[in-house]
């Protein structure tokens, strides 16, 4: 299965690499699940009229800032409402559900939207320690992360419909799914969604390229290890069916808006909210007001000012810069960004600037 075309992307404008959008349905204060949501509505068509290659949104659960808990039940949704662009999880846990639920949700997504759906696969849980166990039902993590090879083999071996004889699911299908094609009258798609590892490490970064996957690193808040594990997965790849040459992007957290200072009171307003996620304390996501007046810690400020150093901010001239910059320094062949504000009219608003900065197309 040669899956080549359906991961390269276009570079369109002046933008070095394909551009994406990473979604993590964003909830600010003073608004509802279902305001993120019609926000990621509109983003996504947005996304796919300035010509963005794959929107994705990704696993998260037990944080009231973060209504992506769901990433099949919302890309279904996102499925109705656009025609073109691509669609994914960035990504669904592994670890967190039984790899036949995965394949019978995508085999159900490709059916809904034929040849533009990606399976991005992670190894975290997505959450705190506590409700990975909820959600695994199992008493320690590692129960689940350290199979990720296993899981990952069975899963693909469910959507392509190929356990070998004596295998003890040899008889099970993930419906809808190749099966379909075998049964009397039967006629099924071509196509499947391709898999993607995600990491913020080594681990999926050496998996991806021993098996010849696609790999997406979430530079967004593992920047520090960006570089050795690209390194690593170029390194370490093979060509497959899937890719005869490596293919990495990075997720990229990005913010542009009409003059710089707005700009800087979103995204601390954002650090604000992961300085309380990383302390026990998640929330949504506070006003750029209530940052501002915030009584911040010698060790909370500290945090916040790491934290910004790698967020692409400011006007739309400036992320450009910036973004044009980290592809250099990474070799990333496509970015994906992901915008964070208090605001969906600001969310929407930065992708806006920054699809008019390389002068991506417009409907």
């Known amino acids: 299965m040669d899956e080549t075309d359906e991961t390269r992307g276009t570079a369109l404008g002046s933008a070095p690499v394909p551009l994406s959008v990473l979604d993590l349905v964003t909830v600010g204060a003073g608004r509802t699940a279902t305001d993120a949501l019609r926000t990621s509505v509109a983003l996504s068509r947005l996304a796919e009229s300035r010509g963005f290659h794959r929107y994705w949104v990704a696993e998260h659960h037990s944080m009231p800032g973060v209504a992506s808990s769901s990433p099949a039940v919302i890309l279904a949704h996102l ?56 959600l695994r039902r199992a008493d320690r993590l590692d129960e689940g992360a350290d199979d990720f090879p296993q899981q990952l083999a069975e899963l693909t071996r469910f959507l392509d419909d190929d356990f070998p004889d004596g295998h003890p699911y040899t008889r099970i299908h993930a419906v809808p799914g190749p099966v379909q094609s075998t049964s009397p009258g039967g006629v099924q798609s071509p196509h499947r969604p391709p898999i993607w590892l995600l990491g913020s490490s080594g681990f999926s970064a050496r998996l991806a390229g021993v098996l010849g996957l696609p790999f997406a690193f979430a530079h967004h808040f593992s920047a520090q290890n960006t570089i ?9 790849f093979r060509p497959s069916a899937v890719l005869d040459a490596p293919y990495a992007l990075i997720g990229v957290s990005a913010l542009a808006a009409d003059d710089e200072r707005e700009a800087r009171r979103q995204v601390m307003a954002a650090a604000l909210n992961m300085v309380r996620l990383r302390t026990g304390r998640p929330g949504l996501v506070p006003t750029p007001e209530e940052a501002e007046a915030y009584d911040y810690s010698p060790m909370e400020r500290e945090f916040i000012d790491s934290w910004n150093v790698n967020v692409v901010h400011g006007t739309a001239d400036e992320v450009r810069s910036g973004l044009d910059d980290l592809q250099k320094r990474t070799g990333a062949d496509e970015l994906m960004i992901t915008s964070h504000a208090h605001s969906g009219d ?18």
């Open 79 to 134: 499925a109705a409402h656009t025609t073109r662009i691509r669609l994914g999880s960035g990504g669904v846990m592994l670890p967190n559900h039984a790899p036949l639920v995965i394949a019978e949700q995508f085999g159900t997504l490709e059916a809904l939207a034929p040849g533009r759906v990606d399976l991005g696969l992670g190894r975290a849980p997505g959450t705190d320690g506590a409700t990975a166990a909820a």
């Open 228 to 236: 050795p594990a690209l390194d690593l997965y170029r390194e370490s």
């Open 346 to 363: 600001l969310r929407l608003r930065s992708y806006e600037l920054i699809a008019d900065a390389y002068g991506l197309p417009k409907a």
